[in-house]
């Protein structure tokens, strides 16, 4: 049985259990995680007769190759997906269907209903991503990869530093060094912030240059064909400052403490809470103004959410980000981020660049 098989199968249990035998799959990327199809507007009809894939004729080869075996359904040019989703529908006698509501515009709901109306048309929150929170070896493997290219990609970059670049300069090598390393991409717009700057989570790179500041914060991922990896780094071009090395020093424990607490059993908010308590117990409670983590597969962000009010149990096999951060406005931030693996024994770090501050002179 091939990995999406199993996957369609688990999903088939999921909807007995919501009292459901058919689901229209329109989120794209539940759509790939289902089939391994990794086109575009295509949709997945879940019936109890099998999965049919509903597409275009820009696709077909590339369906037959990626997902051969499936049934599939190809509109012309002068046909509608609504009137392909129409068509299949009433040729399977379908009666009663799920839709995937956190993605489903209301513009398609009601035109499914206008053009179907003896179908009850049923909203469902989370099936799949339900599913993909827990990874099988496969996933792991090539989210691993995909560490292995960000950290290799990292080490050149940084290692060929001038002050003369800008964020943005750097932040395109860094795209470069990813791709010489086998990756698609990167995982998501790389994050690479000159001092001061670092204090902004999501700061996009600008012509701000290296040598402004004596730190830089890089937060970056690479994509390896399907699945991410992200990860936070500082990286010191000038004097590590007792200042710098005070607040990283918090953050560095907050995050050695929390990755001690990932374990089977504990829940999203009993993570955050140690890394939490780490940073307000220096007195930067107040500077730490995010969730300790994500989920991360074929998304940089997805289920599961590692902080307050989460009451998600971790379960083996799930892939989350732990990433602290302290933001102080005007001075600089400082963020360390790795990709964990929850175990059936506790845990294991997928990221292995260096943690530690290496004072690097730039040029």
């Not at 103004?289 to 599961?304: K, N, S, T, Y």
Request: proline content about 4%; aromatic content about 6%.
């Amino acid at each position: 049985m091939s990995h999406h098989e199993a996957r369609r199968q688990r999903l088939c249990r999921l909807l007995r259990q919501a009292d459901l035998a058919t689901l229209l799959v329109t989120d794209v990327t539940n759509v790939t995680y289902l089939t391994g199809f990794t086109g575009d507007a295509s949709y997945l009809l879940v019936t109890p007769d099998g999965p049919i894939v509903l597409s275009d004729r820009r696709f077909t080869t590339q369906l037959e190759d990626e997902c051969p075996g499936l049934n599939l359904e190809i509109r012309g040019p002068g046909t509608t997906m609504l009137e392909l989703v129409a068509k299949v529908v009433r040729r399977a006698r379908l009666a009663r269907i799920g839709v995937e509501a956190d993605s489903m515009s209301v513009g398609l709901f009601d035109a499914l209903g206008q053009r179907l109306l003896k179908v009850a048309w049923v909203r469902t929150s989370g099936l799949v991503e339900r599913l993909r929170m827990i990874k099988d070896r496969e996933e792991t493997r090539r989210i691993r990869r995909a560490a292995w290219q960000a950290r290799r990609g990292f080490e050149v970059v940084r290692a060929s530093l001038r002050p003369e670049q800008t964020e943005a300069q750097v932040a395109a090598a860094l795209e470069n060094q990813l791709r010489l390393f086998g990756a698609k991409g990167v995982g998501f717009p790389s994050i690479v912030a000159v001092g001061p700057r670092s204090a902004l989570p999501h700061a996009s790179p600008t012509s701000a240059r290296i040598g402004a500041s004596d730190f830089t914060l890089f937060d970056w991922g690479a994509n390896e064909g399907l699945y991410v990896s992200d990860l936070t780094r500082i990286v010191v071009t000038g004097r590590i400052s007792p200042k710098l090395q005070r607040i990283y020093g918090v953050v560095l424990n907050a995050q050695t403490a929390a990755i001690a607490a990932v374990r089977p059993g504990a829940t999203c908010a009993e993570v955050d809470a140690v890394a939490r308590r780490v940073i307000s117990r220096a007195g930067y409670g107040s500077a730490f103004g995010h969730g300790l983590g994500h989920g991360i597969g074929l998304q940089v962000h997805e289920a599961p959410r590692l902080a307050g009010g989460q009451d998600t149990v971790l379960r083996p096999g799930m892939v989350v980000t732990v990433e602290p951060g302290i933001y102080l406005p005007g001075w600089g931030g400082v963020r360390i981020e790795d990709d964990v693996l929850v175990t059936r024994t506790g845990f294991r770090v997928l990221t292995n660049a260096p943690r530690h501050l290496i004072e690097i002179q730039a040029g």
